[in-house]
T-cell receptor, first 114, second 111 residues
């Protein structure tokens, strides 16, 4: 069965520090991978996605993620965190026969210290 | 452009009462539709997804059901709500092999 794990439930970083959020997936075929961000009480906004091609993908708000097939990982990174980045981050995998089932990880809550 | 509407934004219902949450998508046809639940402090749990009218896949057996009476309409229902049904419900759509786009969510509190 398809699954997504995010080992870190909560991360706290100082403003200006670098950030890496971990994501591991379990899927038998080549996955479609996503990172979403959710502000409190809001819906989800797509940060970036990987379908094929270059394994390092750039997203909005200065985020990037790298797909590593050998490690079944899709970690999210940002070189310098801003206070406004404090939110919940979700990794997701598109699965199913036609990738029509989107499975989410449990999320990582990010706090930013001024 | 495509938009997704989900309502109501907030709902307080007594235990044992019925539930109906509605989601509609505009600007596209034959989308994949999804219902997710996000309990407090937890991730998104896929409840139902649909690839076409009348086609519903249930991911988690529970007190809820879903229906898709029209191409761009997805309804989440319950005949009798439980306290454990409280949470944040999100509707989403996707088309082909793309990312999912989310509505603003419904905060359901069962009292």
């Amino acid at each position: 069965a398809q699954s997504v794990t995010q080992p870190d439930i909560h991360i706290t970083v100082s403003e200006g520090a670098s950030l890496e959020l971990r994501c591991n997936y379990s899927y038998g075929a080549t996955p479609y991978l996503f990172w979403y961000v959710q502000s409190p009480g809001q819906g989800l906004q797509l940060l970036l996605k990987y379908f094929s091609g270059d394994t390092l993908v750039q997203g909005i708000k200065g985020f990037e993620a790298e797909f590593k097939r050998s490690q079944s990982s899709f970690n999210l990174r940002k070189p310098s965190v801003h206070w406004s980045d404090a939110a919940e981050y979700f990794c997701a995998v598109g699965a199913g026969t036609s990738y029509d089932k989107v499975i989410f990880g449990p999320g990582t809550s990010l706090s930013v210290i001024p | 452009s495509q938009t997704i509407h989900q309502w109501p934004a907030t709902l307080v219902q007594p235990v044992g009462s019925p539930l109906s949450l509605e989601c509609t998508v505009e600007g596209t046809s034959n989308p994949n539709l999804y219902w997710y639940r996000q309990a407090a402090g937890r991730g998104l749990q896929l409840l139902f997804y649909s690839v076409g009218i009348g086609q519903i896949s249930s991911e988690v057996p529970q007190n809820l059901s879903a229906s898709r009476p029209q191409d761009r309409q997805f309804i989440l229902s319950s005949k009798k709500l439980l306290l454990s049904d409280s949470g944040f419900y999100l509707c989403a759509w996707s088309k082909g092999q793309t990312e999912a786009f989310f509505g603003q969510g419904t905060r359901l509190t069962v009292v």
